[in-house]
């Protein structure tokens, strides 16, 4: 099993840019989410997903779209990216809910906007 | 509102002492409580959950969190630091009735030899 694995690991954008981050799971998990992490602020919740076909927005959802037609993907998108929108993105998907099953995260993609 | 504060930035300890990793909540309700660490380049990984039960809670790698009601604390410990526990670490809070978690700032622990 590969787990949680995101694309690309690294990428360097322009503001205006857009961009889109895959995030794909082999473990037959129905919950998927992206975070965002920055320093000194933690980890924050962008977007998930409770099963195929369905999204739902976290706490700082503005400036993402993501969509989750399959349920082993579950893709980020910037449409016009932002230099604050520079910081490393997660993905983390589960089996049930996050409290009721441990969150399996991805190695993260560093995205930085100039 | 939910919410954790992990009131250190960074944690020093020296090899084979006892490490501490703070971790206060504040929640309506039940708490549900989890740890969370990562290690250089790398994703977060469960360590340990607290649901119900037994206020000592074990996880993975040597590490136990005490859950504290009193106290309103959940603070993560191990008896005998290693070098290779370096890491950052994260306390997390079930976010009310829903499927997602709130994670505090995080605490730097540095192990040295």
């Known amino acids: 099993n590969a787990g949680v694995t995101q694309t690309p690991k690294f990428r360097v954008l322009k503001t205006g840019q857009s961009m889109t981050l895959l995030c794909a799971q082999d473990m037959n998990h129905e919950y998927m989410y992206w975070y965002r992490q920055d320093p000194g602020m933690g980890l924050r919740l962008i977007h998930y997903s409770v099963g195929e076909g369905t999204t739902a927005k976290g706490e700082v959802p503005d400036g993402y779209n993501v969509s989750r037609l399959k349920k082993q993907n579950f893709l980020l998108g910037l449409e016009s990216a932002a230099p604050s929108q520079t910081s490393v993105y997660f993905c983390?998907?589960?089996?049930?809910?996050?409290?009721?099953?441990?969150?399996?995260f991805g190695p993260g993609t560093r995205l930085t906007v100039l | 509102a939910q919410s954790v504060a992990q009131p250190e930035d960074q944690v020093n300890v020296a090899e084979g002492n006892p490490l501490t990793v703070k971790c206060t909540y504040s929640v309506s309700g039940n708490p549900y409580l989890f740890w969370y660490v990562q290690y250089p380049n790398r994703g977060l990984q469960f360590l340990l959950k607290?649901?119900?039960?037994?206020?000592l809670v074990k996880g993975s790698y040597g590490f136990e969190a005490e859950f504290n009601k009193s106290q309103t604390s959940f603070h993560l410990k191990k008896p005998s630091a290693l070098v290779s526990d370096s890491a950052l670490y994260f306390c997390?809070?079930?976010?009310?009735?829903?499927?997602?978690?709130?994670f505090g700032t995080g605490t730097r622990l540095q192990v040295f030899p």
């Open positions: 983390a998907s589960s089996l049930r809910g996050a409290f009721t099953d441990t969150q399996y």
């Open positions: 607290y649901i119900t039960g037994d206020n």
């Open positions: 997390a809070v079930r976010e009310g009735n829903t499927d997602k978690l709130i």
